[in-house]
């Protein structure tokens, strides 16, 4: 079955970088995708990666991929105290549209 | 553009009572929707997936006659948690998709069952 983990909490200071680290079991995952949680909310799509991909950048995310590892990570460049929020990864599978999440990782950002 | 809602955002009940959720895609018509679950500090777990007009798809281990859901349309889908317990209080999230592989998400329901 699918498994994603993720590390439960990060903390960085404002205007570093910060790192999110993902694995996952399922080698036929399609998306893998990145979202973001603020307290009492529902997910926001920060990004996603076509699993034959090895990076993507979107200002100030970077998204790495290593498929034979199954790792996934991203980057936020500049990190700020909005950035502050729990941060899922996802994978889905096959054609059904479904996800599987990752534990959660909450990043706290200091100033 | 894809905005999908929730109603309500938050709702407390006695024990044994039956609350139903709303989740509506507001601009867009949705050909699936899912139902998810989030207990506190923890992931969201998958509970069953919906297309309109037919029935739910339920995950393993998440009992149809608890949690019905109902999908009348494009644009709305229900989930009625049956006989809450305080063991149901939980954040309910919804999300909805279109063609492509992206699914919307709902802001969620915090369901506390008294």
């Known amino acids: 079955g699918e498994d994603v983990e993720q590390s439960l909490f990060l903390s960085v200071r404002e205007g570093d970088s910060s790192v999110i680290n993902c694995t996952y079991t399922?080698?036929?995952?399609?998306?893998l995708y990145w979202y973001k949680q603020e307290p009492g909310a529902g997910l926001q799509l920060l990004t996603y990666?076509?699993?034959?991909?090895d990076m993507k950048q979107d200002q100030r995310l970077t998204v790495l991929l290593n498929k034979k590892d199954k790792h996934l990570s991203l980057r936020i460049a500049d990190t700020q105290t909005g950035d502050s929020a729990i941060y899922f990864c996802?994978?889905?599978?096959?054609?059904?549209?479904?996800?599987?999440f990752g534990t959660g990782t909450q990043l706290k950002v200091e100033l | 553009g894809a905005v999908v809602s929730q109603h309500p955002s938050w709702v407390i009940c006695k024990s044994g009572t039956s609350v139903k959720i709303e989740c509506r895609s507001l601009?867009?018509?949705?050909?699936?929707m899912f139902w998810y679950r989030q207990f506190p500090k923890q992931s969201l777990m998958l509970m069953a997936t919906s297309n309109e007009g037919s029935k739910a798809t339920y995950e393993q281990g998440v009992e149809k006659d608890k949690f019905l859901i109902n999908h009348a349309s494009l644009t709305l889908s229900t989930l009625t948690v049956t006989s809450a317990h305080p063991e149901d209080s939980s954040f309910y999230i919804c999300s909805a998709t279109r063609t492509s592989n992206e699914q919307f998400f709902g802001p969620g329901t915090r369901l506390t069952v008294l």
């Open positions: 990666i076509f699993s034959n991909m």
């Open positions: 996802a994978e889905s599978t096959g054609g059904g549209n479904k996800l599987t």
């Open positions: 399922d080698s036929s995952s399609t998306y």
């Open positions: 601009d867009f018509q949705a050909t699936t």
